[in-house]
């Protein structure tokens, strides 16, 4: 059913959005993978790399645009990028708080304008984003991760709302912890043991289940978990 099918993958330089892009580049799609590092891929017949930091959704937007132009056909978008930073508010810049929002919701909000009316001409479209456990639940110190992955999931619901008259299928999958470099510069992790995290594998499955549906099925939200909730704390706050 991917055959042959073309995704936006944003954040596909490492963890999940690498993963998810591997994976259909697997199912025999094409990958136009956003990200500002470049990665690997054997089959780069049809991975195509485009540089843009996302942290200046603006820009973004644009070049989003260009890339509608010049692929033409584009199936789906896997909204992913995104980083991680937990501390308390007053520890944030205001030049920080600006930049970790556009990262985290701004660049997903634009990226999406961009391709919806690409989508609604074509009547077809599938937007998958990937929100978090933080999206359910608030705890201290993730003030301005919360506050971008409850806009991200309140955001994608209405634009399933929005879209459904125009075949566009959109999902939101929440992870818990998940084995990537997201935890490299934060002071807590997950657990090392089976069990006590998420494989980036376990979401490329899901993304490919929940593309392969039937057109008249939408998979509105996944939540999902470790099966033990273990965080490891380094250095204190
Ligand atoms: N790991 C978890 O436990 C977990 C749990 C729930 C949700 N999530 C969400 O999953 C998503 C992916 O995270 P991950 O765990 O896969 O982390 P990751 O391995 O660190 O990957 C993050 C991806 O986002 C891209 N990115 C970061 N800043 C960017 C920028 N300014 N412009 C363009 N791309 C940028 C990175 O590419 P470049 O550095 O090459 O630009 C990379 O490809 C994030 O939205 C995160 O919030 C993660």
Same mark, same amino acid.
């Given at each position: ?18 993963? $998810? ?89 634009? $990226? ?90 376990? $979401? ?34």
């Amino acid at each position: 059913m991917l055959k042959n099918k073309t995704f936006l993958v944003t954040g596909s330089s490492s963890g999940i959005g690498e993963t $998810i892009a591997d994976f259909l580049l697997k199912n025999d799609a094409k990958v136009i993978g956003i990200s500002r590092k470049k990665n690997n891929f054997k089959n780069l017949k049809k991975f195509f790399h485009i540089k843009i930091d996302l942290s200046d959704p603006f820009n973004a937007f644009e070049k989003v645009k260009q890339i509608i132009t010049n692929f033409k056909e584009i199936d789906g978008l896997i909204s992913n990028a995104g980083t991680g930073d937990f501390r308390s508010l007053e520890n944030f810049s205001s030049n920080q708080i600006g930049k970790f929002i556009s990262l985290n919701l701004t660049s997903h909000i634009l $990226i999406t304008r961009a391709l919806l009316p690409h989508f609604k001409k074509n009547k077809n479209g599938s937007i998958i984003y990937i929100g978090s456990e933080s999206a359910l639940k608030a705890k201290k110190y993730g003030s301005l991760y919360s506050a971008c992955k409850f806009g991200l999931r309140g955001f994608s619901k209405s634009i399933r709302d929005e879209c459904s008259n125009n075949n566009i299928k959109v999902t939101i999958i929440n992870p818990g912890m998940v084995k990537t470099s997201f935890f490299q510069n934060l002071d807590f992790s997950h657990g090392d043991k089976e069990g006590e995290f998420i494989e980036t594998s376990d $979401i490329g499955k899901i993304v490919l289940d929940i593309l392969n549906q039937r057109q008249g099925l939408v998979v509105d939200e996944i939540n999902l978990s470790p099966l033990k909730k273990v965080i490891k704390f380094g250095k204190k706050k």
